[in-house]
């Protein structure tokens, strides 16, 4: 197991106990649906990248490097703490 599904793993277990416990069951699981897709594409990244073929938005026609799609799987479980962030620092407008 390399570092980068070590580090999301822990970050993904992080978000949900944190959702279970603020928010429940309910959270969590949803919290847990959310991380999955992420997860998938950090830890699958190069086969994920490899589809080609019919896909809901059309077709893909060629591969995609799974560095890219591990770096967007990155920003996906990395966006709550960005949000996280810029809102402690504007604070609530309302």
Known sequence: MNWNRRLSGSLGAIYVMGAFVEGG???GFMAALVVSLPLAC?????AMGGYIGP???????????GL???IAG???????IVIGVVYAFTGSKT
């Open 42 to 46: 950090i830890w699958f990244g190069e």
């Open 55 to 65: 896909s809901k938005g059309g077709y893909i026609s060629q591969a995609t490097p």
């Open 25 to 27: 069951a309910k959270a």
């Open 74 to 80: 990155w920003l996906l479980l990395l966006l709550p």
């Open 68 to 70: 890219f799609v591990c």
